[in-house]
Nanobody, 122 residues
Framework: QVQLVESGGGLVQAGVSLRLSCAAS????????MGWFRQAPGKEREFVAG???????LYADSVKGRFTISRDSASNLVYLQMNSLKPEDTAVYYC????????????????WGQGTQVTVSS
């Protein structure tokens, strides 16, 4: 089992930066693929970014060039640095984990955090 706890969300103005953190505990964190997803009201949960155990990264087109995912395996932490935030980035952001390969579908992830709200005002 892997337990995930997100933090760092908040209410910010458009154009600023925010960094989300996800603390993992349980099984061997360093071998897991970690992902960030988000869900806006009335919308499906969508992939934002993912990072493999080897450091390979994937991003949704909507956040490429603005968001950066990283991990600190020694501390069991994964981060999502969000720059140049836009109102359309407003959502609940979830940290997720899975074994083996980097995937973009929420259905492929086994473990989920409780989510942290990010609200970007214009």
């Amino acid at each position: 089992q892997v337990q995930l706890v997100e933090s760092g969300g908040g209410l910010v103005q458009a154009g600023v930066s925010l960094r989300l953190s996800c603390a993992a505990s349980g099984r061997t964190f360093s071998t897991y693929v970690m992902g960030w997803f988000r869900q806006a009201p009335g919308k499906e949960r969508e992939f934002v970014a993912g990072i493999s155990w080897s450091g390979a990264k994937l991003y949704a087109d909507s956040v490429k060039g603005r968001f950066t995912i990283s991990r600190d395996s020694a501390s069991n932490l994964v981060y999502l640095q969000m720059n140049s935030l836009k109102p359309e980035d407003t959502a609940v952001y979830y940290c997720a984990a899975r074994d083996h390969f980097l995937r973009m579908s929420a259905d492929d992830y086994e473990y989920w955090g409780q989510g942290t709200q990010v609200t970007v005002s214009s």
